[in-house]
Every structure is written in C-alpha cells, then in structure tokens.
C-alpha cells in the first residue's frame, strides 16, 4: 500500500504526494544521538511528477520512537556520499 503525505507551499497550498520509497542511513553519535537521514522519492498528485524530500528523522531517547525533524538536513561529506550511493543503487536517479 503506497504510503500518503502533504506539505504546504510558502503561500499556504497544500501539495500531496504518494511516498514511493526511502534511501537511509542511520548514524549515531555521543550520549546515544540517532539519526536517520534520508532522501525519500516521492510523486506529487496533482502532476505525476517525480520529486524527492532531503530529511531526517532522530530517535527521542525519553519516547522511545523516531521523529521527523523539522530543520534543515545537515550531513557530513562521508555520509553524503554514502546515502547518495544508496539512492542510486535503489534506481532514485
């Protein structure tokens, strides 16, 4: 089952598109900082066109659950290239 999501424009329209696949890392670092980053394809409803989301989403020690941040991807060269690799590998581009 294809998985729905949607976003609003800077002007306030909303935009929904059918989530068609994720490539991910997953990167830890100190006092058990998770991440996962990722790009995720995606294919926008009103125009079938192809598009991609650059996100992440961390791991909330006290929740215990992943949850999608809400800033700007930041990654490093090495992880760039090895989550670019995965994006290629699974057909993205």
């Known amino acids: ?3 729905t999501g949607s976003m609003k424009t800077y002007d306030g329209e909303k935009l929904e598109y059918d989530i068609l696949d ?3 890392i997953i990167c830890e670092y100190d006092k058990g900082k998770k991440y996962k980053k990722l ?3 995606i294919r926008y409803h ?3 066109e192809i598009g991609y989301i650059f996100g ?3 791991w909330d020690i ?3 659950y992943w949850r999608w941040g809400q800033r700007p991807l930041v990654i490093s060269q090495d992880e760039t290239e090895e989550l670019l690799k995965k994006a290629r590998d699974k057909g993205f581009f």
């Open 1 to 3: 089952m294809v998985q």
């Open 39 to 41: 790009i995720r394809k």
């Open 56 to 58: 992440y989403y961390y």
């Open 22 to 24: 994720d490539a991910e």
């Open 46 to 48: 009103d125009d079938n």
């Open 62 to 64: 006290k929740n215990k």
